[in-house]
């Protein structure tokens, strides 16, 4: 198995306990009532350009000396199934991007958003 990191963000003045927005965006595929919805095609385009020397299998899959990854995505939601081969510093750019659209990181491996909120 490797790394899931997980990204969302909440509409203005919302803040929802993270681990039920996890388990009903992404591991139900529900909506979430307070939460944005995603520019899901920006955020494509901009994972194809951050990631440009990775082979790009399609829009959701790509594959590379540094790793691999599969991107699932929603309206509210956008999920990146990395190998575990994926080096920190490749990691850290997955998140960076995410940062750039709003969007903090959820770990559901420790069930943490890194979003400065307790």
Not at 51 to 70: K, Q, V, W
Request: glycine share 10%; proline share 3%; aromatic share 12%.
């Amino acid at each position: 198995m490797g790394r899931q990191l997980v990204f969302w963000k909440y509409e203005d003045g919302i803040y929802l306990n993270n681990g039920e927005v996890y388990r009903a965006a992404v591991a139900e595929g529900k909506n979430v009532t307070g939460l944005a919805e995603l520019p899901v095609s920006e955020i494509l385009m901009k994972v194809k350009k951050v990631f440009r020397e990775y082979e790009r299998l399609d829009d959701y899959n790509y594959g590379g000396l540094e790793g691999a990854f599969t991107i699932h995505t929603t309206p509210q939601c956008v999920t990146f199934d990395c190998s575990l081969r994926m080096s920190e510093k490749e990691l850290n750019k997955v998140i960076d991007l995410m940062a750039g659209f709003g969007c903090p990181y959820y770990d559901p491996q420790i069930e943490t958003r890194f979003d400065g909120h307790d």
